[in-house]
């Protein structure tokens, strides 16, 4: 069935976005990236980010019926985008003059507002469009390929992060940027909004994309 087809495409691609933009590269490796900026006390910006991350998931809860999902996918994946940069600029600035200090309030700062951006979007948003995308019938096997890819994508990034930092040294989060802006615009080509919608209309609206795509693609 071409509808469910890209359904399924949809909700491996979500499960992409949140895990191959490299949220946790950041978490796993925060102390390293804000060492590398000239932050001291990493331990403490390590415990800040990670209670952002708890909390800014609650925040994202009401939002979720008052902005709709896709606004927040399109929302948060955009704001990371820039985060990565103020994380690039900072570590590079300090890289060539380690007199700069104020590049680790930058890099705390723009580490954190990524957190943020990662938690009212990528972060929850998947898991939600996952669970609205599909019938009844299908929803049990295609949540379980989600959650396999989800996973398979946080082991990519675990594995890879370290790799790549090594060889692009801050360079590694422009190569995240690259990332999240593919999958900002696979967001804006191909995700439903389906706040207040019936399964049935997704479905619909859904079955209605998969029509305009070459049967090459979906």
């Not at 998947?126 to 609205?132: D, K, R």
């Not at 990519?156 to 090594?166: A, E, G, M, P, Q």
């Amino acid at each position: 069935m071409p509808n469910l087809r890209f359904a399924l495409i949809i909700g491996l691609g979500l499960q992409g976005a949140q895990q191959l933009s490299g949220i946790n590269a950041i978490l796993n490796y925060a102390p390293e990236i804000f060492k590398n900026a000239g932050f001291d006390d990493t331990d403490l910006a390590t415990v800040i980010t990670g209670a952002i991350n708890v909390v800014m998931t609650f925040v994202s809860v009401p939002l979720m019926d008052k902005l709709g999902r896709r606004t927040l996918m399109l929302l948060g994946l955009t704001g990371m985008m820039a985060s990565y940069v103020g994380v690039a600029v900072s570590q590079h600035i300090y890289a060539a003059s380690p007199d700069q200090t104020w590049t680790s309030s930058l890099s705390i700062t723009t580490t954190i507002t990524f957190i943020v951006f990662f938690a009212i979007g990528p972060g929850s948003i998947p898991w939600l469009i996952v669970a609205e995308i599909f019938t009844s019938d299908s929803r049990g096997k295609a949540s379980c390929l989600c959650v396999g890819a989800n996973w398979t994508c946080n082991l990519i990034v675990c594995i890879t992060y370290k790799y790549l930092d090594n060889a692009l040294k801050p360079n590694t989060f422009f190569l995240y940027f690259g990332v999240c802006l593919f999958f900002l615009i696979f967001t804006i080509l191909f995700v439903p909004e389906t706040k207040r919608k019936p399964v049935e209309q997704i479905c619909r609206e859904i079955r209605d994309q998969s029509l305009k795509c070459p049967p090459t693609v979906f």
